[in-house]
């Protein structure tokens, strides 16, 4: 019979655990500290003067005709306008008008819907700057409430279905997510605070958060918060020296640019460094949970695995994942930024200008450090959990101390000196040789058979 692997591995001792709480108590209640002082406090007043309003509508009738002619062209070819052209007529739902029938243009232009008898959609009413008691409406897009709606709650229940209570759990912690980056990150980066503090405390209130709700108040998890704590201070660290050494300014992206239109007091430098900060929390948490698990499954799995083999099983499970993991971080990117993969196609300049352009340049950081992020959390959080497991051990139960947990092999013995002692009469006479020990691997002691 080969080795027991029926025995549990050994629980987190004690002095252990106290170590592990006297470590992310502590950090926790900093990051409750900083939240609190970096709480937005002056949030500054939306300025709702020029908002159009809105209306919920359904279109009842769609009526098409040829476009009108243009003025001539400039090559003297008179042209029709670009269509479609028509009218819409549409039953306002909402508003001073409600229950009313109003006409409405076809929209037409670069992502204008198309829309047909039933479709449900979103009116804005024009008012004639010449006389504000005349006004018109056009159609600006579809309902999208209820089908989103019914995707929400198949997601969920397709994550209740499968995960059952942890699955319920998972919905909680992405609900706390979400209320903390739009009550704490957005509101605190909108009052000028500083991007890079809110998004590391923001960050590390997500995580304590998520993971303890998710994965329960264990071991196992204290160790995850710490591997993944740790790779976020890193990926910040990484990501400040090299948006400094690219000379990124933040301004990238034509959302940055129109961003700072409105909000001049936001710092779009540290913008970008939140941005790659929370947006490697997601993969980071998924990478610390699966090797702290890793772990504590092969420690389960044979006792008598020591530190050392530990740390190398688990490290190996590690490099697969991260392998994968990489390829999920650039396409992740590279699905976001889509449109300007595309433009970058239409761009004559020689590949090293575009390379080197801003708006690629902070996309290359980016994927660059969220994963030298990932990749030093594997060690980092494989070596807290390994540390972790053999806690505890005698010396001598753990093979890096000297000792051998595979089983011995029976002894050697000799076949025809076995057949002939088997086979001799006993007949109490002291002389005649006794049968030959055999160790039995169910007992505690050789018996002789």
């Not at 000792?403 to 011995?408: I, S």
Request: aromatic share 4%.
């Amino acid at each position: 019979m080969g080795a027991d692997h029926t025995r549990p591995a050994p629980s987190t001792p004690p002095g252990v655990r106290r170590i592990l709480v006297a470590t992310v108590v502590p950090l926790f209640v900093v990051t409750v500290i900083a939240a609190l002082v970096l709480w937005p406090r002056d949030t500054p007043e939306r300025d709702t003067g020029g908002d159009v309003p809105r209306y919920h509508g359904t279109v009842t009738r769609v009526v098409t005709e040829p476009c009108p002619p243009t003025p001539e062209s400039p090559e003297g070819s008179p042209g029709a306008a670009e269509g479609p052209c028509g009218t819409v007529t549409v039953k306002v739902e909402q508003g001073p008008d409600a229950g009313q029938q109003v006409q409405t243009p076809v929209p037409t232009g670069p992502g204008a819907p198309t829309v047909a008898v039933g479709d449900e959609v979103v009116l804005v009413e024009l008012t004639d700057p010449s006389d504000p008691t005349v006004s018109s409406y056009n159609i600006a897009e579809h309902q999208r409430g209820e089908p989103l709606v019914w995707l929400v709650a198949l997601f969920a229940a397709a994550i209740v279905a499968f995960g059952r209570l942890r699955g319920l759990a998972a919905l909680a912690g992405l609900a706390a997510s979400f209320a903390i980056l739009l009550t704490f990150v957005v509101p605190g980066i909108s009052a000028g605070g500083s991007p890079l503090l809110i998004a590391i405390t923001g960050s590390a209130l997500i995580m304590f958060v998520v993971l303890y709700l998710t994965h329960g108040i264990t071991a196992q998890t204290s160790v995850a918060v710490l591997g993944t704590l740790g790779s976020l201070v890193l990926t910040g660290v990484l990501g400040s020296l090299a948006t400094a050494a690219a000379h990124l300014t933040g301004f990238g992206s034509e959302e940055a640019t129109t961003l700072s239109m409105y909000q001049r007091d936001v710092d779009l430098h540290g913008l970008l460094l939140a941005g790659i900060i929370i947006g490697s929390l997601g993969v980071l948490d998924d990478v610390t949970v699966t090797q702290a698990a890793t772990v504590t499954e092969l420690a389960h799995a044979n006792p008598g695995l020591s530190r050392l083999q530990l740390y190398r099983a688990a490290t190996r499970v590690g490099r697969a994942h991260i392998a994968s993991t990489v390829n999920t971080i650039v396409l992740a990117y590279a699905g976001a930024s889509l449109p300007l993969l595309l433009l970058l196609t239409a761009d004559s300049r020689p590949v090293g200008q575009i390379l080197t352009s801003e708006f690629l340049a902070q996309e290359i950081v980016r994927s660059a450090v969220a994963t030298l992020g990932l990749i030093a959390a594997v060690p980092l959080t494989t070596g807290l959990a390994a540390l972790v497991t053999t806690a505890g051990r005698a010396p001598d139960a753990d093979p890096a101390h000297g000792a051998d947990p595979t089983p011995k092999p029976r002894p050697a013995v000799d076949r025809d000196a076995a057949l002939e002692a088997l086979s001799a009469p006993r007949h109490g006479d002291p002389s005649t040789p006794a049968p030959a020990r055999w160790p039995n691997p169910e007992r505690s002691t050789d018996t002789a058979w």
